[in-house]
């Protein structure tokens, strides 16, 4: 390591110019869109029940290549990921009151889809290691209001799916896995996001693949497959001529892709092995760099999984470093490190939360008869989380960048410098 003065003193940076952003649009993907737009067909939706019901072409075709991809008997585009998770809590049938386990450290999506249908969202805490739900917490957690349990495959690793489905079975619970950061990746060898009841893939700008915005839902439930459908496109103008009798949540929306985003989609799910792979072996690289540093833990993958690094996750032991976070964090991005998140979430810390104020300002649902019971979203009831956030957890965006071997040593020199100084920072 070297002493050199860090850039925060007055030093020279580590790295002193932006890497390259990460693009994985390319002509392919150019030329399926000027494709749709010379046709003139832009979206091909009919909310009402007919053969455009299901949407154009192109969506049609996207969603017959995810089965295929994913390994699953159904898929439903739509037009976000929010859009997925909120037709994906109705679409298994909660009623206004109903509990629904989450984690604390996922985007806020999550939660808030569970409150669209009026349920209730209970925060479960996470694992230490991969972020993800614990499910002795989730287990804890479980009251006779329980009816499913929404799992994150957070920053691309798989949730422990064996152990929630298993609490499910015993519950008798629906479990929804929110897959977003996750796709492409395995657990034991089965395709991560499809052993759940339903769930599915963000198409965000930022996430390994993207059509701009969208979504993708998947599953092997043939009810709940025509229940996502019906969610997505105005279920209440279609069911009396199509002849559906389960009229609970039948509440329509306008969750619809666009021909376009479908034909993007068809490109980019043709290169999202190459897109994984090339942000494993990045984190490898990084991995193996900062490996040997004091006070420092680099990302935990559990037997059987693989990871997708939509993050790079890191764990600070301040103790041992004897430096705030903060200050690390400073020093870094001081030598040029950029797309560092200095913690990450704590949901139901959210004045949304803390106030219990959502539709209206009285407290609905939270104050009404349909909510059973006293939740409790004080804080302390997620403690791994909630320390993970305050004090220790550092992350670092895989997917910001196009990362060069060359990047990936740099920064690892920058936090290698930052370390020989450690010193200096305290």
């Known amino acids: 390591m070297t002493s050199e003065k860090l850039a925060l003193h007055g030093g020279a940076k580590t790295i002193d110019k932006p890497f390259k952003r990460y693009n994985p649009i390319g002509k392919d993907e150019v030329e399926a869109a000027k494709a749709v737009v010379e046709s003139g067909v832009l979206s091909k939706f009919l909310g ?24 699953v008997k159904h898929a439903v585009t739509v ?36 409150l669209h249908w009026n349920a209730i969202p209970v925060f479960a805490d996470i694992e230490r290691d991969t972020f993800n739900l614990d499910p002795k917490s989730v287990e804890a957690n479980i009251t006779p209001y329980t009816k499913a349990i929404m799992a994150i495959d957070i920053f691309g690793h798989s949730c422990d799916i064996d152990a929630l489905m298993e609490i499910a079975k015993r519950h008798d619970l629906k479990v929804i896995t929110d897959t977003a950061q996750a796709p492409g990746t395995f657990n034991k060898g089965r395709v991560t996001g499809t052993l759940s009841h339903v769930g599915g893939y963000s198409l965000n700008y930022h996430k390994h693949i993207h ?22 496109n105005h279920a209440e103008a279609v069911v009396k001529d199509k002849g559906v009798q389960n009229l609970s ?17 068809l490109s980019q799910l043709k290169k999202l092995k ?26 935990v993958i559990k037997d059987g999984v693989t ?5 790079f996750p890191m764990v600070l032991d301040c103790d041992i470093l004897g430096v705030a976070r903060n200050q690390i964090f400073n020093a870094l991005e001081a030598e040029g490190v950029t797309g560092l998140a200095v913690g990450y979430a704590n949901v139901h810390l959210l004045p949304l939360y803390q106030k219990k104020i959502a539709y209206g300002s009285k407290g609905f649902p939270w104050s009404s008869d349909i909510c059973k019971r006293e939740v409790n979203y004080a804080k302390g009831i997620c403690p791994v989380a909630e320390e993970l956030h305050e004090r220790s957890y550092l992350g670092y965006e895989m997917c910001l960048n196009e990362l060069e071997n060359n990047d990936i040593d740099l920064i690892i020199a920058a936090f290698k410098k930052v370390w020989a100084n450690l010193d200096t920072l305290k």
């Open 48 to 71: 009402c029940w007919d053969e455009d019901f299901y949407g154009g072409p192109k969506v049609q075709e996207f969603e017959r290549e995810c089965e295929k991809y994913f390994g």
């Open 79 to 114: 037009n976000s990921w929010t859009s997925g998770l909120v037709a994906a809590v109705g679409a298994i049938g909660i009623e206004p009151g109903d509990e629904i386990i989450v984690s604390p450290w996922t985007m806020c999506a999550s939660a808030t889809a569970i």
């Open 211 to 232: 059509t701009g915005e969208g979504g993708i839902l998947v599953t092997n439930d043939d009810v709940i497959f025509e229940r996502l459908q019906l969610i997505r």
């Open 249 to 265: 949540n039948m509440i329509g929306h306008n969750f619809r892709l666009g021909e376009i985003e479908c034909a993007i989609g």
């Open 274 to 299: 190459g897109f994984v792979e090339s942000r494993q072996a990045a984190a490898e690289r990084l991995a193996a760099g900062l490996k040997e540093l004091k006070g420092l833990r680099t990302p």
């Open 307 to 311: 990871h997708a690094y939509y993050m």
